[in-house]
């Protein structure tokens, strides 16, 4: 009995029957991240360790608990990406990127892993879209980088997330913060998990982003970062918030939003839709200004966002989105016999060069069961070609949906193209009977 196999807990399939909807959706990103100026950025799934390790920060719970690491065949630590930005500055900096006109404006869609606990809007391997900002010090630029991620939601459909913005400081201010953090949980010692203990010490900021329920109990009454700002920081989120009231773009301010990663500093925020579960924030970014110089480059200050591409889906499908459906097969031809099988194929090429979608049969079907197929497969028109039809140059087109049947002139052209590839004039002839059909074959709208 040969074994079944199923996918990786915490993976899932795109099927074919919904893989429409991703396209839509990355379609949008690209389109949205070309308006604001983002090219693409492509880099590779997975890092030396060190990337990662360095960058989102050894005692947060993406390295501590939830990287795919293993050894190479030639001894090298490898870590499949937990997310892009780390890979993305690692790339930034090798192509001496920095160099070209600053702001270096990337945006990227693809794969990311982490070994969580699975759940609904939670899994192992999941995908992101994101934008990076490169050199860019003003607060404009995170009002700009968050009002495209807005943009996008409304083109989406989805303009009711909740902003939610705050600032964590910089390396002058958030050492006060980070003693006054450990004071307070050091009082709590005796109900913190064993990671957070560990943090207590090394980085007392990560235990605001436990999730570990008794952890998470003890945040409620924390000391809060935005009373620690230095004057910069503080003036800096005075102009993100300006600039964000300019464009009417509404947020809240939480002072809890720590974000799960290390690398950021003065901005962060998030993009929550209430009705999906608990794993509710949608779109996560911020300010990083310090990473790239800590990753071996030059001091050039940068911010971000990423978003779940399912979890923006999950949102999608709970508010019963549009998802505009790609046009079926718009003409199935069906040919009886080998002659006509010929003719099929060369009219299903002319039909494709001018935009239709079209299919024949590749299964040596009976017309009969070619029929169901082209039903089951949703073709708008069918055209069965045998002999009769070939001898006569003319035949029957069934409008699939309504039944109406009506005759169509085989471009005469056709028939010799298939023998001495005189494609023009047979495409001549093709479009005119197609024209004829009055309106019938209005498959183009
Ligand atoms: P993040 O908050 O770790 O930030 O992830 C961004 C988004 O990815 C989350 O808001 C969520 O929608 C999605 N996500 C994260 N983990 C999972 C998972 N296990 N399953 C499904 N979706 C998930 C970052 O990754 C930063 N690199 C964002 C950034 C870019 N900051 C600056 N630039």
């Known amino acids: 009995m040969p074994q079944k196999y199923k996918a990786v807990r915490g993976t899932a399939d795109v099927l074919p029957y919904d893989s429409y909807k991703w396209q839509y959706v990355e379609n949008k990103m690209i389109e949205v991240s070309r308006l604001f100026g983002f090219r693409e950025i492509r880099v590779p799934v997975f890092e030396h360790t060190e990337v990662f390790t360095r960058s989102v920060g050894d005692t947060t719970d993406v390295v501590q608990k939830e990287m795919y690491t293993f050894d190479d065949k030639g001894g090298r630590s490898i870590t499949l990406r937990p997310e892009f930005t780390a890979g993305v500055v690692r790339s930034v900096i090798e192509h001496g990127l920095t160099n070209e006109a600053l702001p270096l404006k990337v945006c990227y869609i693809g794969a990311c892993y982490r070994y969580e606990k699975p759940q609904a809007g939670r899994y192992r391997e999941f995908h992101q879209y994101g934008v990076e900002c490169i050199g860019a010090p003003a607060p404009s630029a995170d009002a700009e980088v968050i009002a495209l991620a807005k943009y996008l939601l409304e083109s989406l459909d989805i303009s009711d997330l909740r902003l939610e913005l705050n600032s964590i400081g910089c390396p002058e201010c958030r050492p006060k913060y980070q003693a006054a953090l450990k004071e307070y949980f050091k009082s709590h010692e005796d109900k913190l998990c064993n990671t957070c203990l560990e943090r207590l010490d090394r980085n007392p900021l990560r235990i605001l982003d436990c999730k570990s329920e008794v952890c998470s109990g003890l945040k409620a009454q924390a000391p809060v970062v935005l009373d620690f700002l230095c004057d910069e920081c503080k003036t800096h989120f005075e102009g993100v918030k300006r600039h964000l009231e300019a464009m009417n773009i509404k947020y809240v301010i939480n002072p809890r939003i720590v974000r799960g990663l290390d690398y950021y500093t003065r901005t962060v925020f998030e993009f929550i839709a209430e009705d999906i579960g608990a794993q509710s924030t949608v779109c996560g970014g911020g300010r990083y200004d310090g990473l790239i110089e800590q990753m071996g480059g030059p001091s050039v200050p940068a911010l971000g966002f990423a978003m779940g591409i399912e979890r923006l889906l999950l949102v999608m499908e709970s508010r019963k989105a549009a998802f505009p459906r790609p046009k079926p097969c718009e003409v199935y031809i069906a040919p009886i016999g080998e002659r006509a099988a010929e003719y099929a194929s060369k009219l299903c090429g002319l039909l494709r060069a001018e935009g239709f979608s079209a299919a024949t049969d590749l299964a040596g079907r009976s017309v009969k069961a070619q029929m169901k197929y082209a039903d089951k497969i949703g073709a708008l028109y069918t055209l ?60 183009n709208e």
């Open 384 to 443: 069965v070609l045998g002999d009769n039809e070939l001898e006569s140059k003319v035949a029957v087109l069934k409008d699939m949906k309504t039944g109406k049947q009506v005759e169509v002139n085989l471009p005469d052209g056709l028939i010799t193209a298939v023998y001495d590839q005189t494609i023009n004039s047979a495409m001549d002839d093709l479009t005119k009977s197609i024209e004829k059909m009055e309106g019938l074959f209005n498959i």
